[in-house]
Protein backbone atom coordinates (compact mmCIF):
# COMPACT_ATOMS: atom_id res chain seq x y z
CA UNK A 1 0.00 0.00 0.00
CA UNK A 2 1.18 3.28 -0.62
CA UNK A 3 2.29 5.17 2.66
CA UNK A 4 0.34 8.89 3.40
CA UNK A 5 2.51 11.45 2.24
CA UNK A 6 1.78 15.37 3.62
CA UNK A 7 0.88 17.75 1.56
CA UNK A 8 4.12 20.20 0.94
CA UNK A 9 2.98 23.83 1.45
CA UNK A 10 4.22 25.57 -1.91
CA UNK A 11 5.19 29.24 -1.81
CA UNK A 12 2.09 31.23 -3.67
CA UNK A 13 4.91 32.99 -6.48
CA UNK A 14 6.42 29.83 -7.12
CA UNK A 15 4.55 29.53 -10.23
CA UNK A 16 3.27 25.98 -9.34
CA UNK A 17 -0.62 25.04 -8.00
CA UNK A 18 -0.62 25.77 -4.85
CA UNK A 19 -0.64 22.49 -1.72
CA UNK A 20 -3.13 21.94 0.84
CA UNK A 21 -1.94 24.97 2.58
CA UNK A 22 -3.97 27.69 0.30
CA UNK A 23 -7.09 27.54 -2.02
CA UNK A 24 -7.33 27.67 -5.35
CA UNK A 25 -8.33 31.05 -6.81
CA UNK A 26 -11.99 31.66 -6.81
CA UNK A 27 -12.62 28.71 -4.10
CA UNK A 28 -15.16 29.60 -0.98
CA UNK A 29 -14.02 28.75 2.52
CA UNK A 30 -16.98 27.46 3.94
CA UNK A 31 -15.56 26.78 7.22
CA UNK A 32 -11.77 28.33 8.02
CA UNK A 33 -9.74 26.32 9.40
CA UNK A 34 -10.57 25.32 12.69
CA UNK A 35 -11.41 22.43 15.19
CA UNK A 36 -13.14 19.33 14.39
CA UNK A 37 -15.70 19.89 16.84
CA UNK A 38 -16.30 23.73 16.24
CA UNK A 39 -17.68 22.59 12.54
CA UNK A 40 -21.19 24.41 12.49
CA UNK A 41 -24.68 22.04 12.45
CA UNK A 42 -24.97 22.27 9.02
CA UNK A 43 -21.65 20.11 8.79
CA UNK A 44 -22.50 17.81 11.37
CA UNK A 45 -22.34 14.81 9.18
CA UNK A 46 -18.97 15.98 8.66
CA UNK A 47 -18.18 16.75 12.34
CA UNK A 48 -19.45 13.42 12.97
CA UNK A 49 -17.33 11.50 10.42
CA UNK A 50 -14.12 13.33 11.02
CA UNK A 51 -13.97 13.26 14.50
CA UNK A 52 -12.20 10.35 14.76
CA UNK A 53 -8.83 12.14 13.69
CA UNK A 54 -9.15 13.90 17.45
CA UNK A 55 -9.87 10.62 19.38
CA UNK A 56 -6.55 8.97 17.67
CA UNK A 57 -4.19 12.01 17.99
CA UNK A 58 -6.38 15.19 19.65
CA UNK A 59 -5.42 18.75 17.76
CA UNK A 60 -6.65 17.83 14.30
CA UNK A 61 -8.41 20.67 12.67
CA UNK A 62 -10.61 20.74 8.99
CA UNK A 63 -11.20 23.25 6.54
CA UNK A 64 -14.00 23.22 4.02
CA UNK A 65 -13.65 24.86 0.71
CA UNK A 66 -15.74 24.79 -2.29
CA UNK A 67 -14.90 25.46 -6.07
CA UNK A 68 -16.78 27.63 -8.08
CA UNK A 69 -19.57 26.38 -10.24
CA UNK A 70 -19.50 22.53 -8.06
CA UNK A 71 -21.94 21.62 -5.25
CA UNK A 72 -18.95 19.34 -3.95
CA UNK A 73 -17.54 21.01 -0.93
CA UNK A 74 -13.79 19.65 -0.27
CA UNK A 75 -12.20 18.92 3.08
CA UNK A 76 -8.66 19.72 3.92
CA UNK A 77 -7.32 18.31 7.11
CA UNK A 78 -4.40 19.63 9.00
CA UNK A 79 -2.24 17.88 11.91
CA UNK A 80 -1.42 19.32 15.09
CA UNK A 81 2.09 20.18 13.54
CA UNK A 82 -0.02 22.58 10.59
CA UNK A 83 1.06 19.80 7.88
CA UNK A 84 -2.40 19.60 5.53
CA UNK A 85 -3.52 16.33 4.09
CA UNK A 86 -6.21 16.86 1.39
CA UNK A 87 -7.72 13.10 2.17
CA UNK A 88 -9.71 11.85 5.14
CA UNK A 89 -7.48 8.72 4.94
CA UNK A 90 -3.91 9.95 4.47
CA UNK A 91 -4.55 11.94 7.60
CA UNK A 92 -6.16 9.91 9.27
CA UNK A 93 -3.17 6.96 8.42
CA UNK A 94 -0.82 9.99 9.48
CA UNK A 95 -3.01 10.39 12.90
CA UNK A 96 -2.27 6.55 13.45
CA UNK A 97 1.60 6.57 12.90
CA UNK A 98 1.71 9.31 14.93
CA UNK A 99 -0.27 7.96 18.32
CA UNK A 100 1.78 5.15 17.89
CA UNK A 101 5.10 7.06 18.19
CA UNK A 102 4.17 8.69 20.60
CA UNK A 103 3.27 12.33 18.92
Known amino acids: PRSARPV?????DDGAGLGADAPAAGTTTLYAKG????????????????APLDDIQPG?????????????????FFSPEDVGYKSFADARREALRSSKHGN
Not at 8 to 12: D, H, I, L, S, T
Not at 38 to 50: T, V
Not at 60 to 76: C, F, H, M, T, Y
Open 60 to 76: WRVELRQKPGSSIVDAV
Open 8 to 12: APRRR
Open 35 to 50: AIAGLPDEHESRRARF
